[in-house]
């Protein structure tokens, strides 16, 4: 592109090759940009290493947002250009901060006067009696771990009375936080009526009418909860919003555009005149793992214009990266480290390994900002007031320690005079966990540190070799869009690329305590356990193309939690704790033929790819319980939960049925790879009689059943896909082929239903579907759809693989590794053609 050419000679003093290498790198960028120009991804990737470290843009334009992890809480990079003495901001916008008026339990401990019984009408008021009520600290709850009051009862009477300092208050804010339903009065004036819970603090805008009845002396906040189920929780405070006053000054750079790559996330803007390139690269080269594991993300700004200008780059860093919480205390350095400057910060408290869950963000460990020390100054200050002091030019330098909440760490460079030629500025982010990982009782370290190496060695490491890793990253890329363009077409080599950094991004990779490798996923948004296998089953094709080696990091805990005799039940584990506790399985139910057939696929596509079943044999044991297991229980599945359970757990699921004959042909499979000729036979032999048998009672005329004879109902049989790629050949061909035929007749607008049961869909087994199709056009016929959701989509997080065939909604989940299934279709091409 004509962007390209104008940074040509400046970008020459950073990538030394030769003139043919340059222009080749030129054009194949070009390519990868051109094909991916018309897709809109739900959400960007902007910095992707693992569950905690993963800031997305959602939205359409880089600089009209803060930027987000994808649990969605702020984690804001803010990017500003100055030339001469104009402002232009071309990165994330400033996050919402508070000021407390009335503080909640999270920053300052209160009393408030409660009551469990109901009161009379009046008690909302500020001048009711309400000296017989109890006296209690917040907040309150059922868990002891959460509460300072106990509140077990079906109703809560909350009064909190307090005073003012002024009444002038440009916006006010109910910080609530509760579990159930919720009325809130403040001086006998209703602010807010909710059903339902939160699990984390929300900011309700106070209404004018509320606000001017607020009085110095004598307020009342008035809150009644009703518990309906499950947990219990109540806490609350008064806020107004901090404003920054440089938002007067910067203009919002004009973007031109966006290119997406599979390690790569580009922006073009015009700053008046002024050509701004923007990449970010997070180099997840999982054939490397040396620098896939490396858990750093380069931020390159590239600058060009016809018109020589001064100019300086900003860029702002959130403490919020390093916390779960935004009142969690934050510990900022600075220091030099060879040619880098560098901010380092943390939680003060530093509590490792200490929390697990779904919805949270690491609170220990060290955030890391770095950029080459000559022309730069690197500050910290509160949130709002880091832009305010670029653009006064209040900064100053400093290495003391800064300690405080709600920080941002600011980083300037002083570029010069730029022209038309160009100039880069590189920026460094990255996060040292410390301890990634407990795994049953052992504190791990993540994959990059296990032998000793340090954040600062890993930095340098990175910024010495800055441009062989952006060369290794182009180079890859382009090969991944030109496979998965000659696999399955443009809108499938999308799909791939958009999947291609979240897959990876939702999984940790440690080493265990035997040497074995660990790559532990977390099931983001779903429960938040770690090592699922019914997660690890469909995220594998992506892993099986590029890295078997992961795919047995994702299997060894699995195996290790039944070999060690933790887990003595004849199928495998759901998973093997809560991220990041691995400690044994936490989720309430088993799904036994379901884990048992995905670890005997699994390990036979290992074999498959790898041409050599050692692997199995390493677990042969455990594998010949699974398959007896399923040889016993798998072929007409009893009421269980299984993967596809959304509407519901269904006795004689057809598709789980393919599931366990799948696993059963793989054992034999695997059984003949290893020379044991009659475990083979009597293994290959059953699943083709349990095909055979399949075929007759799951049948309804032009298609094959939901359930076992349950006629007039329909699924998808994307198990079946393995049939071909393992060459297991058990089923006859007709099958696959009569259920592609109807399905092309029950889709909706975004993609084919799951099941007759609903029309939502689970947009991983549709590419596994579609890939059971002989012809091209049914195979595009049916990801197009997929195609046209995460085009369309107006949920705005990273992709998610449960959305609403009817109106492209996200029905539920964000972020899941399971979107590597997407690479099924590369795997089949690649499996069937040796």
Same mark, same amino acid.
């Given at each position: 592109?004509?962007?390209?050419?104008?940074?040509?000679?400046?970008?020459?003093?950073?990538?030394?090759?030769?003139?043919?290498?340059?222009?080749?790198?030129?054009?194949?960028?070009?390519?990868?940009?051109?094909?991916?120009?018309?897709?809109?991804?739900?959400?960007?990737?902007?910095?992707?290493?693992?569950?905690?470290?993963?800031?997305?843009?959602?939205?359409?334009?880089?600089?009209?947002?803060?930027?987000?992890?994808?649990?969605?809480?702020?984690?804001?990079?803010?990017?500003?250009?100055?030339?001469?003495?104009?402002?232009?901001?071309?990165?994330?916008?400033?996050?919402?901060?508070?000021?407390?008026?009335?503080?909640?339990?999270?920053?300052?401990?209160?009393?408030?006067?409660?009551?469990?019984?109901?009161?009379?009408?009046?008690?909302?008021?500020?001048?009711?009696?309400?000296?017989?009520?109890?006296?209690?600290?917040?907040?309150?709850?059922?868990?002891?771990?959460?509460?300072?009051?106990?509140?077990?009862?079906?109703?809560?009477?909350?009064?909190?009375?307090?005073?003012?300092?002024?009444?002038?208050?440009?916006?006010?804010?109910?910080?609530?936080?509760?579990?159930?339903?919720?009325?809130?009065?403040?001086?006998?004036?209703?602010?807010?009526?909710?059903?339902?819970?939160?699990?984390?603090?929300?900011?309700?805008?106070?209404? +004018? *009418? =509320?606000?001017? /009845?607020?009085?110095?002396? &004598?307020?009342?906040? $008035? %809150?009644? @909860?009703?518990?309906?189920?499950?947990?219990?929780?109540?806490?609350?405070?008064?806020?107004?919003?901090?404003?920054?006053?440089?938002?007067?000054?910067?203009?919002?750079?004009?973007?031109?555009?966006?290119?997406?790559?599979?390690?790569?996330?580009?922006?073009?803007?015009?700053?008046?005149?002024?050509?701004?390139?923007?990449?970010?690269?997070?180099?997840?080269?999982?054939?490397?793992?040396?620098?896939?594991?490396?858990?750093?993300?380069?931020?390159?700004?590239?600058?060009?214009? +016809? *018109? =020589?200008?001064? /100019?300086?780059?900003?860029? &702002?860093?959130?403490? $919020? %990266?390093? @916390?779960?919480?935004?009142?969690?205390?934050?510990?900022?350095?600075?220091?030099?480290?060879?040619?880098?400057?560098?901010?380092?910060?943390?939680?003060?408290?530093?509590?490792?390994?200490?929390?697990?869950?779904?919805?949270?963000?690491?609170?220990?460990?060290?955030?890391?900002?770095?950029?080459?020390?000559?022309?730069?100054?690197?500050?910290?200050?509160?949130?709002?007031?880091?832009?305010?002091?670029?653009?006064?030019?209040?900064?100053?330098?400093?290495?003391?320690?800064?300690?405080?909440?709600?920080?941002?760490?600011?980083?300037?460079?002083?570029?010069?005079?730029?022209?038309?030629?160009?100039?880069?500025?590189?920026?460094?982010?990255?996060?040292?966990?410390?301890?990634?990982?407990?795994?049953?009782?052992?504190?791990?370290?993540?994959?990059?540190?296990?032998?000793?190496?340090?954040?600062?060695?890993?930095?340098?490491?990175?910024?010495?070799?800055?441009?062989?890793?952006?060369?290794?990253?182009?180079?890859?890329?382009?090969?991944?869009?030109?496979?998965?363009?000659?696999?399955?077409?443009?809108?499938?080599?999308?799909?791939?690329?958009?999947?291609?950094?979240?897959?990876?991004?939702?999984?940790?990779?440690?080493?265990?305590?035997?040497?074995?490798?660990?790559?532990?996923?977390?099931?983001?948004?779903?429960?938040?356990?770690?090592?699922?296998?019914?997660?690890?089953?469909?995220?594998?094709?992506?892993?099986?193309?590029?890295?078997?080696?992961?795919?047995?990091?994702?299997?060894?805990?699995?195996?290790?939690?039944?070999?060690?005799?933790?887990?003595?039940?004849?199928?495998?584990?759901?998973?093997?704790?809560?991220?990041?506790?691995?400690?044994?399985?936490?989720?309430?139910?088993?799904?036994?033929?379901?884990?048992?057939?995905?670890?005997?696929?699994?390990?036979?596509?290992?074999?498959?790819?790898?041409?050599?079943?050692?692997?199995?044999?390493?677990?042969?044991?455990?594998?010949?319980?699974?398959?007896?297991?399923?040889?016993?229980?798998?072929?007409?599945?009893?009421?269980?939960?299984?993967?596809?359970?959304?509407?519901?757990?269904?006795?004689?699921?057809?598709?789980?049925?393919?599931?366990?004959?799948?696993?059963?042909?793989?054992?034999?499979?695997?059984?003949?790879?290893?020379?044991?000729?009659?475990?083979?036979?009597?293994?290959?032999?059953?699943?083709?009689?349990?095909?055979?048998?399949?075929?007759?009672?799951?049948?309804?005329?032009?298609?094959?059943?939901?359930?076992?004879?349950?006629?007039?109902?329909?699924?998808?049989?994307?198990?079946?896909?393995?049939?071909?790629?393992?060459?297991?050949?058990?089923?006859?061909?007709?099958?696959?082929?009569?259920?592609?035929?109807?399905?092309?007749?029950?889709?909706?607008?975004?993609?084919?239903?799951?099941?007759?049961?609903?029309?939502?869909?689970?947009?991983?087994?549709?590419?596994?579907?579609?890939?059971?199709?002989?012809?091209?056009?049914?195979?595009?016929?049916?990801?197009?759809?997929?195609?046209?959701?995460?085009?369309?989509?107006?949920?705005?997080?990273?992709?998610?693989?449960?959305?609403?065939?009817?109106?492209?909604?996200?029905?539920?989940?964000?972020?899941?590794?399971?979107?590597?299934?997407?690479?099924?279709?590369?795997?089949?091409?690649?499996?069937?053609?040796?």
């Amino acid at each position: 592109m004509n962007r390209n050419n104008l940074l040509m000679l400046g970008l020459l003093c950073f990538f030394v090759f030769s003139c043919k290498e340059q222009e080749t790198a030129t054009q194949n960028e070009n390519v990868v940009s051109e094909a991916s120009a018309s897709f809109r991804a739900p959400a960007y990737p902007l910095i992707t290493h693992d569950p905690y470290l993963s800031i997305w843009s959602m939205g359409d334009e880089l600089n009209s947002s803060p930027t987000k992890h994808w649990t969605e809480r702020d984690h804001a990079l803010l990017g500003v250009l100055q030339l001469d003495d104009q402002f232009y901001q071309f990165l994330g916008s400033e996050s919402k901060t508070y000021d407390a008026i009335l503080p909640a339990s999270d920053e300052e401990t209160y009393s408030v006067s409660y009551s469990e019984s109901k009161p009379d009408e009046a008690w909302i008021n500020p001048d009711y009696d309400a000296s017989a009520w109890k006296t209690g600290e917040a907040p309150f709850s059922e868990n002891e771990s959460m509460a300072k009051t106990i509140w077990n009862t079906a109703d809560l009477y909350y009064r909190r009375t307090f005073d003012l300092e002024t009444t002038e208050l440009e916006t006010l804010f109910l910080k609530l936080n509760h579990d159930d339903n919720v009325k809130v009065w403040l001086n006998g004036i209703q602010i807010a009526d909710i059903n339902g819970w939160q699990n984390s603090y929300k900011y309700l805008p106070v209404s +004018q *009418e =509320a606000m001017q /009845a607020l009085k110095t002396e &004598g307020n009342v906040l $008035a %809150i009644h @909860i009703r518990n309906t189920a499950g947990g219990q929780f109540l806490d609350a405070g008064l806020v107004t919003e901090a404003k920054s006053k440089s938002n007067e000054i910067i203009k919002k750079a004009k973007q031109l555009d966006v290119a997406f790559r599979a390690n790569q996330t580009e922006y073009s803007f015009d700053a008046d005149g002024t050509q701004v390139n923007v990449t970010f690269t997070s180099p997840l080269l999982i054939e490397d793992l040396e620098i896939y594991s490396r858990p750093i993300s380069y931020i390159s700004v590239k600058i060009a214009g +016809q *018109e =020589a200008r001064k /100019a300086k780059v900003y860029l &702002g860093t959130s403490s $919020a %990266i390093a @916390i779960n919480q935004p009142v969690q205390e934050v510990e900022v350095s600075e220091y030099k480290n060879g040619a880098l400057s560098i901010l380092k910060a943390g939680s003060v408290a530093q509590p490792v390994l200490e929390k697990k869950g779904d919805d949270l963000r690491i609170d220990w460990g060290y955030l890391y900002v770095g950029a080459p020390a000559t022309n730069l100054t690197q500050f910290v200050t509160p949130a709002a007031q880091g832009l305010d002091a670029f653009v006064s030019g209040a900064i100053k330098d400093t290495d003391e320690k800064a300690t405080g909440k709600n920080l941002m760490l600011n980083t300037v460079a002083d570029l010069g005079e730029i022209d038309e030629e160009g100039i880069e500025q590189v920026f460094m982010i990255g996060y040292d966990q410390l301890e990634a990982v407990n795994y049953f009782g052992t504190a791990l370290k993540p994959w990059w540190s296990k032998d000793g190496a340090t954040m600062n060695e890993e930095l340098t490491d990175a910024y010495t070799n800055y441009e062989d890793v952006i060369e290794k990253v182009k180079t890859f890329d382009q090969k991944l869009y030109e496979d998965a363009l000659a696999s399955g077409g443009e809108k499938y080599a999308d799909l791939c690329v958009a999947a291609y950094r979240q897959a990876i991004a939702a999984h940790i990779l440690v080493e265990a305590p035997n040497g074995d490798i660990l790559f532990l996923s977390k099931e983001n948004n779903s429960n938040g356990s770690i090592n699922t296998v019914d997660v690890t089953y469909p995220s594998a094709p992506l892993f099986l193309v590029y890295n078997p080696d992961l795919l047995k990091g994702m299997l060894n805990g699995i195996f290790y939690y039944s070999e060690s005799g933790k887990w003595q039940k004849p199928f495998p584990a759901h998973d093997i704790g809560t991220y990041p506790i691995a400690l044994g399985q936490t989720y309430g139910e088993d799904m036994p033929v379901e884990e048992a057939g995905n670890m005997l696929i699994l390990t036979a596509a290992i074999a498959q790819v790898e041409g050599s079943a050692a692997y199995a044999k390493a677990h042969w044991e455990t594998l010949t319980t699974w398959a007896d297991y399923l040889m016993q229980s798998g072929f007409d599945p009893a009421n269980q939960l299984s993967t596809d359970d959304f509407a519901g757990h269904l006795a004689r699921n057809a598709n789980l049925s393919v599931k366990a004959i799948m696993a059963i042909a793989s054992y034999g499979k695997l059984a003949a790879m290893l020379g044991d000729s009659e475990t083979a036979e009597k293994y290959t032999k059953a699943a083709k009689e349990m095909a055979g048998k399949w075929q007759t009672i799951a049948g309804d005329g032009d298609h094959y059943t939901l359930a076992f004879e349950s006629e007039g109902t329909w699924s998808q049989k994307y198990n079946l896909v393995w049939d071909d790629i393992l060459g297991l050949n058990v089923f006859a061909e007709d099958v696959h082929r009569t259920e592609i035929a109807y399905y092309l007749t029950k889709q909706e607008a975004y993609g084919l239903p799951l099941d007759s049961r609903k029309t939502y869909t689970k947009s991983d087994w549709i590419l596994w579907t579609a890939t059971l199709a002989d012809d091209e056009a049914d195979f595009k016929a049916l990801i197009d759809p997929v195609w046209d959701f995460a085009n369309t989509t107006p949920d705005r997080v990273p992709l998610s693989d449960w959305h609403e065939t009817t109106d492209a909604h996200k029905v539920g989940f964000k972020a899941r590794s399971v979107v590597g299934g997407y690479f099924i279709k590369m795997l089949k091409d690649e499996e069937v053609a040796k």
